[in-house]
């Protein structure tokens, strides 16, 4: 990350949607280590777009599977608003694949290395 100009933020945001407790922990350590200001966990879609309706983040790491349902109706909206985001999952390409507003998203998988995670968001 580049230094602020005076006035400027010195951090970005960047939503996480992920439904494991643990994870989730994880996923914001590592984001909060790296510079970033994290918006949520959400373990939610519900949860995910009533944080949205808020905060427009800058970036977003998002899970596929929460519980029984999919991530994509916050996928489509951070689409929507051109926020990039990349996925943590351990769903497989073919799964990925079915949901268009998903199949060319990058999937750094579970468990995921918090390293190149940090790295991308960083990168996005």
């Known amino acids: 990350m580049s230094k602020p100009e005076k006035g400027e933020v010195a951090y970005r945001v960047v939503l996480v949607v992920e439904d494991e407790f643990l994870i989730a922990m994880e996923l914001e350590s590592a984001l909060t280590h790296g510079?970033?200001?994290v918006l949520g966990p959400a373990s939610s879609v519900n949860q995910a777009l009533d944080l949205l309706a808020k905060q427009r983040p800058d970036a977003?790491?998002?899970d596929v599977t929460l519980g029984h349902e999919k991530v994509t109706p916050v996928a489509q909206l951070l689409t929507s608003w051109d926020v990039p985001f990349i996925l943590a999952t351990a769903s497989d390409a073919a799964?990925?694949?079915r949901h268009d507003v998903l199949a060319k998203v990058l999937n750094l998988g579970k468990p995921t290395d918090m390293k190149r995670l940090v790295e991308v968001v960083r990168s996005l």
Do not use: D
Request: aromatic residues 12%.
């Open 60 to 62: 977003a790491v998002l």
């Open 35 to 37: 510079g970033f200001r």
């Open 95 to 97: 799964e990925l694949a």
